[in-house]
């Protein structure tokens, strides 16, 4: 049980790592959201990284897989809803799906990377 615990408490603070991060970007960097300009920024090749929230339609989620597969972008399945995303964002509404064009003072590229591998 207390191994438990211990797992628990670390996919906690990772999650609550990712959501410091994303308000750092939010704050000094550029981030689009939504599902059109997120697609929009990965043809064109401005974005750096893309997440999406864990309730995100299907076929939105695999088109956009796809794009991010083709253009080399690193995507993120975020760990919450859509709700989970907007507020992590610091807004009032739902963001199914946010595209990072310029990181800035954060290092959110670099602490999702190593956590995927």
């Known amino acids: 049980l207390g191994l438990r615990e211990k797992m628990v408490k670390k996919v906690k603070?990772?999650?609550e790592n990712i959501n410091q991060k994303l308000a750092l970007v939010m704050k000094s960097g550029k981030a689009l959201l939504g599902y059109r300009q997120s697609v929009k920024a990965i043809r064109i090749g401005k974005a750096k990284m893309v997440l999406l929230s864990k309730n995100c339609p299907a076929l939105r989620k695999s088109e956009i897989e796809y794009y991010c597969m083709l253009s080399k972008t690193f995507l993120h399945h975020y760990d919450g809803s859509n709700t989970d995303l907007?507020?992590?964002?610091?807004?009032?509404?739902?963001?199914?799906?946010?595209?990072?064009?310029?990181?800035?003072?954060s290092d959110i590229l670099k602490i999702i990377e190593t956590s995927e591998e």
């Open 13 to 15: 603070k990772q999650g």
């Open 86 to 105: 907007g507020t992590a964002c610091g807004k009032f509404f739902r963001v199914g799906c946010l595209s990072i064009t310029n990181p800035g003072d």
